[in-house]
C-alpha cells in the first residue's frame, strides 16, 4: 500500500507563473488536507477536501489560491501568479473516512520556490 | 477554534538521556492528539496517537500521556539516541471536522 504521493517534489517558477501541486491519497483513503511550512516553522492549514466537496478552506488566502479533489485523480493545489512569499513546502495529508479523530498520512511535499 | 501550544521550541539532551515534550490544547472536544517526528527535507510522520478514552500509551521507546481535565498531553522519549533528533510537532483536531491544528514544533537534538 503506496503512502501519499506527492508530486512534483521540487517547483521553481517565475512570479507571475502558475504552479500546480498535485497530490494522490492512500488507497482507501478519502480525505485530503494541505498544509503550507514556511523554514523553521510550524505546519499551517490551507485546506480540507473530501471526494468533490470542499469541507474548509479557512487556511486558504482568498487569492490566487485553489483547491479541488475530483472524483477521479489526485488532489489539486493551484497557485495564480506566484509571488516570492507564496515559497515554502506544500504538504498533502490524507486520512480514511470516518468521525474526526482519524489518522493522517503526510506526503513528502512540494518544494515550491518562485524567482 | 482550537489552539494548540507546545514547549519547549528547541530541546538538547545527552544520548541515553530522556526527552519531554508538552502540548496544551484549548477545545475540550477534542479526542485525539497524534505526534509527528519531521526529519530534514522529509515530510511528518506519525510516530504514535492517543485517544481521549486512555491516558497513556506506550510504543517501546515513546509514550504519550493524556490529561483530559487539564487539558494538555506529552510525548516522552527514553534512553535518546541520536537518530531521534528531528523535530517533533503535536496536533489536535478542530472544531467537528477533524483537520489537524499543530503546535509549533519542538527541534530535538541528542547528543553524542
Known amino acids: 500500500n503506496a503512502g501519499v504521493m506527492q508530486n512534483p517534489r521540487h517547483l521553481v517558477r517565475r512570479r507571475g507563473q502558475e504552479a500546480r501541486l498535485r497530490c494522490s491519497p492512500m488507497?482507501?483513503?478519502?480525505?485530503v488536507y494541505w498544509y503550507r511550512q514556511l523554514p523553521e516553522e510550524g505546519l499551517k492549514f490551507m485546506v480540507y477536501?473530501?471526494?468533490?466537496?470542499?469541507?474548509?478552506e479557512s487556511g486558504m488566502p482568498k487569492e490566487r489560491f485553489s483547491a479541488e479533489f475530483p472524483k477521479e485523480g489526485p488532489s489539486i493545489l493551484r497557485i495564480q501568479q506566484v509571488v516570492r512569499g507564496d515559497s515554502a513546502a506544500y504538504f498533502c495529508?490524507?486520512?480514511?473516512?470516518?468521525?474526526?479523530?482519524?489518522?493522517?498520512?503526510f506526503g513528502q511535499g512540494t518544494r515550491l520556490t518562485v524567482v | 477554534g482550537e489552539n494548540v501550544e507546545q514547549h519547549p521550541s528547541t530541546l538538547s539532551v545527552q544520548e541515553g538521556d530522556s526527552a519531554v515534550i508538552k502540548c496544551t490544547y484549548s477545545?475540550?472536544?477534542?479526542?485525539?492528539f497524534p505526534w509527528y517526528k519531521q526529519e530534514l527535507g522529509k515530510g511528518p510522520q506519525l510516530i504514535i496517537d492517543?485517544?481521549?478514552?486512555?491516558g497513556e500509551k506506550k510504543d517501546q521507546r515513546i509514550a504519550v500521556t493524556l490529561n483530559k481535565t487539564a487539558k494538555h498531553f506529552s510525548l516522552h522519549i527514553t534512553e535518546t539516541q541520536p537518530e531521534d533528533s528531528a523535530v517533533y510537532f503535536c496536533?489536535?483536531?478542530?472544531?467537528?471536522?477533524?483537520?489537524?491544528?499543530f503546535g509549533k514544533g519542538t527541534k530535538l537534538s541528542v547528543k553524542p
Open positions: 495529508a490524507s486520512s480514511p473516512p470516518g468521525q474526526r479523530g482519524t489518522e493522517a498520512f
Open positions: 488507497k482507501g483513503h478519502s480525505h
Open positions: 477536501l473530501q471526494k468533490e466537496n470542499i469541507i474548509d
Open positions: 477545545d475540550s472536544a477534542s479526542n485525539y
Open positions: 492517543i485517544r481521549s478514552n486512555v
Open positions: 496536533a489536535a483536531p478542530r472544531g467537528s471536522q477533524g483537520n489537524l491544528i
